[in-house]
């Protein structure tokens, strides 16, 4: 189940004004490609898509949170509304690996129920979908993948399993591709202009004591 259009985007509203930054518009930009690149692919809805992208991280609601919070306060918030597909892919936009993501490491009760979630599931077209165009998305508009890896590295670090999470983005990319008979890149807005711009990183705001 899926809320409508004006409901995801009046979600997504109130989540910015609970939590102000440039996620939001991130969120409303991973909708956008999602949406233009559906409208190429025989058989995917657009309108499904452009709702899944707009909710993939309404988890960041509840402030700036690490990945596990706000993948599993976004899953938790939709499945309390119902919206079964909006809960998946807030559990599934951040890992493209599925379990192979995990380490043995001690997890925090949020990481338990996410390994535990993901390793049951299933993926499909969307949760694809959506994972790809999380890494074409930027607050500022549309960029290149290499761009996208980039920006997030300077913000979190390099992970032990980084080139194998872009290795696995270029392979969705590829396969969206193969389907719609053109580059994803030449369906995302003005993609030329925002891949050259270079904006700092964002920083929370420093709170006051």
Avoid at 55 to 80: F, T
Wanted: charged share 30%; proline share 6%; aromatic share 10%.
């Amino acid at each position: 189940m899926l809320p409508d259009i004006k409901t995801a985007e009046k979600e997504l509203e109130m989540a910015g004004e609970m939590n102000p930054g440039p996620w939001t518009k991130h969120s409303v930009n991973v909708g956008v490609a999602a949406r233009n690149i559906a409208e190429r692919v025989p058989g995917l809805d657009r309108r499904r898509a452009y709702i899944l992208g707009l909710l993939h991280d309404i988890g960041r609601r509840v402030g700036v949170v690490s990945i596990p919070k706000h993948v599993y306060e976004g899953y938790r918030y939709a499945q309390a509304r119902g919206w079964d597909e909006v809960a998946k892919v807030c559990m599934t936009h951040s890992y493209p690996l599925l379990e192979k993501e995990f380490t043995g490491n001690e997890a925090s009760e949020e990481e338990k129920a996410i390994r535990a979630y993901i390793a049951q599931c299933r993926c499909g077209e969307y949760d694809w979908l959506i994972q790809l165009c999380d890494s074409l998305a930027v607050d500022y508009g549309f960029c290149i993948l290499e761009k996208r890896f980039v920006d997030v590295a300077r913000r979190y670090g390099i992970w032990e399993n980084s080139v194998d999470r872009w290795e696995r983005i270029f392979e969705i990319k590829e396969m969206f591709e193969g389907r719609m008979g053109c580059s994803v890149y030449d369906v995302l807005p003005d993609i030329g202009r925002t891949t050259l711009l270079c904006p700092p990183p964002w920083k929370p705001p420093a709170t006051g004591q």
